[in-house]
Structure formats: C-alpha cells, structure tokens
C-alpha cells in the first residue's frame, strides 16, 4: 500500500505554503519517527557535513540531534517552488548542554515524489551563539502566526 503526504506535486503557491508549515510543523514535535515518514524509505539528505540515507538513517540522526540540540524550536519560511521542489530558509533556536543559546541559520532544497514524500534534502546551516534574553523562537509558531515571514535578524 503506497504511503501518500499532500499536498502533491505540482505545487502552488498555496500548496507550497501548507507543505512548509507542515514540515516546520512535525520538526517542532522532536519526534524522529514522526518526521521521517514525511520522507520516502530511500531518501538521501545532505544536512552540513553529513550524508544520510533512508528513513533508519533519517531517525538516528535527529535522534542524536535533538539530544544535543535541547529545547529545539523551529521556524520555516518558503523562499521558491517549482513542480517538485521547494526552496526554505528557516532559523531555529536551541541550547547545548553548558546552557549556550545558539540560533541556526539555513537554507533547504527539497525535492518530492508524486505521492508528497521527499525523497531529497539538502541543508545548509550556520551557527550564531545568542543570549538568552536575544531568543525569538519559543516552542512552536502559534497558528495565527503561520505564514509569517521570519527576519533576518
């Protein structure tokens, strides 16, 4: 039985929209299963300096990532669409285990099969160290802040 996760290619601006909140969504959980099955079983990712490969792979790294990345909280942005893929930028905010602020930067290119699974990901990712008092991000975008676009800064 084919798995399915809409919206579907070809993407429109709206579907396109729903789809990045969807994934910002899931992320925000921490749930390693919960979000690899947004991808299909052969999924290849490049994040930073690490290649993975399949939905095994996907769940023990965002295990290890979210046991070192603690109180994760995430936000996307659509940056472009076309057909199959999608183009996000978005920041996240999380602290290590001394208690350091860090707020990470990037950008992603996905690209998906017909049935609304990713089968590519790849990101690109900065580090800035933060205070405290300098977080934005705190636990998930409440829903009458979807769509909202996130500064730069």
């Known amino acids: 039985m084919p798995e399915d996760r809409p919206p579907y290619p070809p993407f429109t601006q709206d579907t396109a929209l729903r ?7 899931a992320w925000n959980t921490r749930d390693p299963h ?14 930073r ?7 095994e ?6 295990t290890r990532k979210w046991e070192r990345e603690r109180d994760y ?12 893929r999608i183009a996000v930028r978005f920041q996240y905010e999380w602290h290590d285990a001394d208690g350091q602020w860090w707020r990470s930067y990037g950008n ?16 690109s990712i900065n580090d800035v160290a933060i205070t405290e008092a300098d977080r934005r991000i705190r636990g998930p ?3 009458d802040e979807h769509g909202v676009d996130i500064p730069l800064r």
Do not use: C
């Open 73 to 84: 909280a995430l936000r996307k942005s659509l940056w472009g669409f076309h057909e199959n």
């Open 34 to 47: 919960r979000v690899a099955l947004a991808y299909t079983p052969d999924s290849t990712w490049r994040n």
């Open 19 to 25: 789809k990045v909140q969807a994934a910002e969504d």
């Open 57 to 62: 792979e996907i769940v023990a790294f965002l």
């Open 49 to 55: 300096d690490t290649f993975v490969s399949g939905r």
């Open 108 to 123: 992603e290119l996905w690209e998906f099969d017909e049935r609304g699974l990713m089968r590519r990901r790849e990101a």
């Open 141 to 143: 975008r409440p829903r």
